[in-house]
């Protein structure tokens, strides 16, 4: 009898999107009309200075703040109305720049809150091996930056939204950070204010915003040459 070979399953796809979104604070509009696509598995990472509205994309795709015009879709499906802790329920993670975690809470606590082994976490970051009976409040802008993370490597998430996931992190942690995140098979979309060194050379979608608009929408390594065009220097 011969025996027929199987393919094995591709990973689950998954792309969430803003379109032609729009969000006002007040009388101020902080994006105009902005439509941005992440597909996953991969990274999409949201560039832009301070004021650009890249934060306030991310939240958006969240659902942390409310859309004033345009849609949030998901997998095809509009998920605009659909409150933060049901995208959240859906397989949605934020990991926010400010207040990731909680101070009170113990780091054995937090990452028990993610799942019922943090194996994964320990493996990601060992630092926190050692601070585990530590309150989250005292630990250093890095530590809890790994802390955080570490809840979203074990989420098993199928969005995972992070704002500035290095801030605060030495050189060789951001490193590994930016390699595990581009190893999960989620949709990762980070924001960031300029293109990590990680991730010079790497595979990306990069979506660059200025004054609540895009201004560029393309794979990271046409961002590199635009910027070395820019600059008049090589790309890294």
């Known amino acids: 009898m011969t025996r027929l070979k199987t393919t094995p399953p591709s990973p689950p796809t998954t792309t969430i999107s803003l379109r032609h979104a729009r969000v006002r604070y007040g009388p101020l509009e902080a994006l105009h009309g902005v439509t941005i ?20 994309a991310l939240h958006a795709l969240a659902g942390t703040v409310p859309l004033s015009g345009g849609a949030v879709v998901w997998d095809g499906a509009d998920v605009t109305r659909v409150p933060a802790h049901e995208r959240a329920r859906r397989g949605l993670c934020l990991v926010p720049e400010r207040q990731a975690v909680f101070g009170s809470l113990t780091v054995r606590e937090h990452l028990e809150l993610a799942a019922g082994s943090y194996d994964i976490a320990l493996d990601a970051y060992p630092r926190l091996a050692s601070l585990l009976a530590r309150r989250a409040g005292t630990l250093s802008g890095g530590e809890q930056r790994m802390l955080a ?3 979203a490597l074990s989420a098993r998430a199928r969005v995972v939204l992070v704002d500035e996931p290095a801030q605060g992190m030495s050189p060789a942690v951001a490193a590994r950070t930016y390699r595990l995140l581009g ?11 300029r293109l990590p060194p990680a991730l010079y050379g790497r ?4 979506h660059e915003l200025r004054r609540g608009a895009v201004v560029f929408s393309g794979e990271s390594g046409e961002w590199e040459r635009r910027a070395a065009h820019r600059t008049g220097s090589s790309p890294s």
């Open 203 to 206: 595979a990306a979608f990069v």
């Open 183 to 193: 190893e999960l098979h989620a949709c990762v979309v980070v924001a960031e204010q």
């Open 37 to 56: 696509t992440a597909p996953g598995p991969g990274l999409t990472v949201l560039l832009g200075r301070n004021g650009s509205g890249r934060t306030t």
């Open 149 to 151: 993370l570490s809840r």
